[in-house]
């Protein structure tokens, strides 16, 4: 049987602001791997820029930005961007990418940001708040830090492949509770524990909305489409042009 481009071991995401997880280690293998992946370079960025639309003149902060790939692509495309990330490593090889004026700050979305109320038009937060257990201090600091009518664009674990990969390894999912999991990655020679914490639909859309926000779309787009000609084992028991991975969603500050 072909390997699933969901399996939990393979997934590469964006770096998180979580002290759990140590992306300083592993930057530089890290940065490398999400350049060219399945999941991010022909999924999960694709998806988020179709989603995020025209953006030309638009403020955006670019929320765990990493080394800086959708930072980048937003710039391209008439953006103006800031990017925080609470690794200093990442955001270093972001400054080599992106040059010395870049707007890039070390900051940790589990805390307070550095910026004044209503100074952003979009947030977008890319395969990030699954690090965190608790988003309600995170999600009320992205509203403040939101124009009113101002957009935030997220990407998470999709909750029903959580749990389908569960069972796939003989557990007994527990899809209704905000539980913590652990991955092993293994980049560019250093061997990471990752930590995440899983949680229902439900709950994620509750804390959407109890931060002040109104979900507008919800989201299981297809991977692009020069994907199934450059990435033909993974994909080949996919007979159509979606997998279960992440979930995205678009909000809109009230």
Known sequence: MARMPTKPENQVETAPSSPNN?????????????ETSLLNAYYERPAMLELAGDVAGRRILDAGCGSGPLFSA???RGAIVTGIDASAGMLELARQRLGADADL???DLAGPLPFPNEAFDDVIASLVLHYLEDWGPTLAELRRVLKPGGRFLVSVDHPFSVALFQHMAGEKPKYFETRSRTEEWNMGGQTVQMRFWSRPLHTMTEAFTAAGFRISVISEPPFAP????LFPEELREITGTRFLTFLFFVLEAD
Do not use: C, F, I, S
């Open 105 to 107: 700050q070390v900051a």
């Open 226 to 229: 020069e994907a199934r000609e």
């Open 22 to 34: 140590d992306y300083d280690r592993m930057a530089e293998g890290y940065a490398a791997e999400n």
């Open 74 to 76: 937003l710039r391209d």
